[in-house]
């Protein structure tokens, strides 16, 4: 089990989310901007922030509403922006196997990509994981989350641009802090370096060459099959 007592408890859960906490409070309150912008009222941003709770399908959602697409095209655009939700819950479920479907239930729903990172890389040599521990990380991101929204819905109005105040830069700052926490407590940095300059390397090549958003699919299976690649030299390195 991760941990021992305090170390694996509500609190050290909620800490360890400090990160995503942080990150969500801007986007979040980008995000109630510009769904309040889009024509929805405070109380369906809310009810979006908590029951959605998916930061780019919220935005996805927002501007459809904003275009006045069809319900129908609305859902399967959030539906399918979401689908990446059952291969992250995939990854941890056997961490809580022991635990019983209905909590395993309540663990995959607030899980975000945030959320699942900080996991990951909390639980690599664990053979499960302490749900006290999921569960403070979990509901800081929830409620950071929703209450970005809910600041972002209430002073919508007086915000012409977000970009303006730099909160699109947000998002991908959270993620940049993840990425160098999760290369700092590897065994062989080196490797998680490397991948991760490859990853960017295609990501940015790829969005010179290609319209839409294919750098991000290029970047995932390229830094993948890498980080595949360098496992047997990992292993032997540490056998050495």
Request: charge should be neutral.
């Given at each position: 089990m ?13 800490r360890a ?10 986007i ?15 109380a ?32 399967a ?20 196997s ?20 900080v ?18 990380l979990?509901l800081?991101a929830?409620?950071s ?9 209430l ?10 105040l ?14 160098a ?53 990992k ?6």
């Amino acid at each position: 089990m991760i941990g021992e007592g305090e170390n694996a408890g509500f609190a050290a859960g909620a800490r360890a989310g400090l990160p995503v906490v942080l990150g969500f409070l801007s986007i979040g309150f980008a995000a109630g901007v510009v769904q309040r912008t889009a024509g929805l009222s405070v109380a369906e941003v809310m009810l979006m922030s908590l029951v959605l709770y998916a930061g780019s399908a919220q935005f996805a959602a927002a501007s459809m509403i904003a275009l006045a697409s069809p319900p129908a095209a609305v859902v399967a655009t959030v539906f399918f922006v979401n689908l990446r939700h059952l291969l992250l819950s995939a990854a941890l479920a056997p961490y809580f196997s022991r635990l019983p479907w209905w909590k395993n239930a309540l663990i995959g729903a607030q899980l975000t990509d945030e959320t699942f990172v900080v996991a990951w890389n909390r639980l690599q040599g664990a053979r499960d994981a302490a749900p006290a521990w999921m569960a403070g990380l979990n509901l800081s991101a929830y409620a950071s989350w929703a209450v970005a929204n809910l600041a972002g819905s209430l002073t919508g109005s007086l915000i012409l641009d977000t970009r303006a105040l730099g909160l699109d830069f947000a998002l991908p700052a959270m993620f940049a802090a993840l990425l160098a926490l999760q290369i700092a407590t590897q065994e062989s940095r080196l490797r998680g370096l490397a991948v991760a300059l490859a990853a960017g390397a295609v990501s940015v090549g790829v969005a010179l060459a290609l319209p839409g958003n294919w750098n991000i699919i290029f970047a995932t299976l390229a830094g993948a099959t890498l980080g595949a690649a360098l496992d047997p030299w990992k292993s032997a390195q540490t056998s050495s």
